[in-house]
């Protein structure tokens, strides 16, 4: 049972974590429909990794280029460095916020903004938030034209996923699009701003979590992972694919109806 828990965990994990859903609301909710436990932040986070593993192995061709020769030499020519400029800038709010509230509010995470009633109401909130977006014109902005000041306030829309509910993904998806970013380029650019902001978090939830460490099951912990891998690698391929001729509309009415269900059984 507790290897399926973890498989359950990851399946969750993968799929929500790029579709701008929420993986934090559904883990929680859906856990308590199936009457699972809740994994919790720090479990959470840890599960996150593999969601990592998955943006760096989809998009290997354009962080690395592979040369076979007697030896793989791994060299970054096709993510140009200003890119990599833009994802430091984008990645500074979350962490500078989320270190502030890690520092003097530990259990910010657990507290009411992880209740049903929170999530439900954040749901709705950014199913609206994302409606505008989606219905935003002028989308000619991409990885190559992209200004600074826009790797910025899409940073800062990461930032307020710290709020479980909002979704890392709708948040910085739906900036891009509000700020004139094309619908593809914006979730591509979302996926590779959560490289070190979902690692930082795994990191930083996994060392604080030592003195649980003899309560964790790593073997089913790791099968989560790969079982997180596998299904992240499947929501960036169909996010990617179905984002850039549909935009977001199935999700924003998803979103709707997942908040309001959720407050019709208080």
Do not use: C
């Not at 306030?153 to 509000?178: D, E, H, K, W």
């Amino acid at each position: 049972m507790e290897f399926l828990k973890f498989i359950f965990y990851g399946i969750i994990q993968g799929l929500t974590e790029f579709i701008p859903v929420s993986s934090t609301a559904h883990l929680k909710i859906i856990s308590q429909l199936f009457g699972i436990n809740d994994p919790g932040s720090s479990l959470s986070a840890i599960i996150q990794i593999g969601s990592v593993f998955a943006i760096f192995w989809y998009f290997r061709k354009s962080i690395f280029n592979l040369k076979n020769t007697n030896s793989i030499k791994l060299r970054f020519p096709l993510l140009s460095s200003r890119l990599y400029k833009s994802i430091f800038i984008g990645t500074i709010p979350i962490v500078l916020i989320g270190g502030t509230i890690k520092l003097f509010n530990p259990g910010f995470s657990d507290s009411f903004l992880r209740s049903n009633l929170s999530i439900a109401l954040v749901s709705v909130s950014m199913s609206l938030i994302m409606l505008f977006a989606d219905v935003s014109t002028n989308k000619l902005i991409n990885l190559n034209n992209h200004k600074y000041q826009n790797s910025l306030y899409i940073g800062i829309a990461q930032a307020f996923a710290i709020l479980p509910g909002v979704s890392r993904s709708g948040a910085t998806i739906s900036m891009a699009l509000l700020t004139g970013w094309d619908r593809k380029e914006a979730a591509k650019f979302s996926f590779l701003l959560g490289i070190p902001s979902i690692s930082l978090a795994a990191f930083v939830e996994f060392f604080s979590a030592v003195n649980q460490f003899p309560t964790f099951p790593f073997l089913p912990l790791f099968v989560g992972l790969i079982t997180t891998f596998f299904s992240s690698l499947l929501a960036i391929n169909f996010l990617i694919k179905y984002i850039s001729s549909n935009g977001l509309k199935i999700f924003i009415y998803y979103r709707m109806v997942f908040g309001i269900l959720i407050l019709l059984n208080l």
